[in-house]
């Protein structure tokens, strides 16, 4: 079983910047495209931003581009979502999750394999 840890999450005012990571202690993340998804309070979990494993592929919500940036380090084992200009929209809890897809990366959450307990973000004056 591979278990997922998302930490960076907090409370910003608009405009902030958070960087969120997402590790694995029982995966080598570098084996798996990755994706970040946010739930709002009332609403469904929608897809933020995805990686591919090794192709490059990045694709982000149009909601978030220009302001966010998925990245990630294999050294650190590590997945990164840096937010910058934050908006109170933005507001949600944010999840990682891993999918073992070997090319590409997809915006649907039943495509992922294992997923993070999520971190909370907060975007407000």
């Known amino acids: 079983q591979v278990q997922l840890v998302e930490l960076g999450g907090g409370m910003v ?31 469904e979990r929608e897809a933020v931003s995805c990686l591919g494993r090794s192709d490059g592929t990045k694709y982000y919500t149009d909601s978030v581009k220009g302001r966010f940036t998925i ?24 999840y990682c999750g891993i999918d073992d897809e070997e090319f590409g990366c997809f915006f649907r959450s039943d495509e992922y394999d294992y997923w993070g307990q999520g971190t909370q973000v907060t975007v407000s004056s």
């Open 13 to 43: 005012q608009p405009g902030g910047s958070l960087r969120l990571s997402c590790t694995a202690s029982t995966a080598s993340l570098s084996n798996y495209a990755a994706g970040w998804f946010r739930q709002a309070p009332g609403k």
């Open 71 to 94: 990245s990630r380090d294999n050294a650190k084992n590590t997945v990164y979502l840096q937010m910058n200009n934050l908006k109170p929209e933005d507001t949600a809890v944010y």
